[in-house]
């Protein structure tokens, strides 16, 4: 019997493996400036860093603001404008 050399074997690259893989682009806690690019249905500023959607409350479009990242989860985070 022979055996055949493993192919592979590296995770790197693969989604969720590796080193260095972060799985979201903010953090809870991080303040960030974005731009506000539309309203969300429940009337919440619309941004997006690196393709997440970033749910502001009390923000309109067409507005920079500095932002406070409150909760990320999922394919949103949801985030509050401070002063």
Sequence with gaps: MG?????GGNYEGRRGHGKGFER???AVGEEIEVDIVE???????IARVQGLVIYVADAKPHEH?????NRV???????????
């Design 3 to 7: 055996y055949s050399k493993r192919q």
């Design 24 to 26: 979201y682009p903010v």
């Design 39 to 45: 309203l969300s249905p429940k009337g919440e500023g």
């Design 65 to 69: 603001v500095k932002i406070k990242i």
């Design 73 to 83: 989860g999922g394919t949103t985070a949801e985030a509050e404008v401070i002063k």
